[in-house]
């Protein structure tokens, strides 16, 4: 059952960071097509693009009570189990949502950071 959760952890994960990623693909590729140029903006925002969905599906995916269901001994798995409730389900989906989201808002904001300073190095010259 844990592997079950693990699944829909990782889909969860990549729904949403899938999502997230092509509502954000036209204003990333306005700051790439000012900063950088023709050239390479398209292959830059290419890999932007492939590096916040892995990012977003490694934060969110929640592997943790996987590694904890088989690292327990034979005679507390039954119990491990047992403690797979709906509101568990809900909980760890809940935490695969903001982990997520969590994830990606940290690659945006950095992406924001090198923007702006971009923005003041060519403003300067």
């Known amino acids: 059952m844990f592997v079950v959760l693990l699944v829909a952890s990782f889909v969860l994960a990549?729904?949403?960071?899938?999502?997230?990623?092509?509502?954000?693909?036209?204003?990333?590729?306005?700051?790439?097509?000012?900063?950088?140029?023709?050239?390479?903006?398209?292959?830059?925002?290419?890999?932007?693009?492939?590096?916040?969905?892995?990012?977003?599906?490694?934060?969110?995916?929640?592997?943790?009570p996987l590694e904890e269901y088989l690292a327990a001994p034979a005679y507390n798995k039954e119990a491990l189990a047992a403690a797979l409730t709906q509101e568990y389900w809900a909980l760890e989906l809940y935490r695969t949502f903001v982990d997520t989201l969590q994830g990606m808002a940290v690659i945006f904001f950095v992406l924001a950071v090198v923007a702006i300073i971009a923005f003041a190095i060519v403003r300067k010259t």
Request: hydrophobic share 55%; glycine share 8%.
């Open 14 to 64: 990549l729904a949403l960071s899938v999502t997230v990623t092509w509502l954000f693909a036209k204003p990333m590729d306005g700051i790439l097509h000012r900063f950088v140029g023709d050239t390479i903006s398209a292959s830059l925002s290419k890999y932007l693009r492939f590096a916040i969905v892995v990012v977003g599906i490694s934060a969110g995916t929640r592997v943790r």
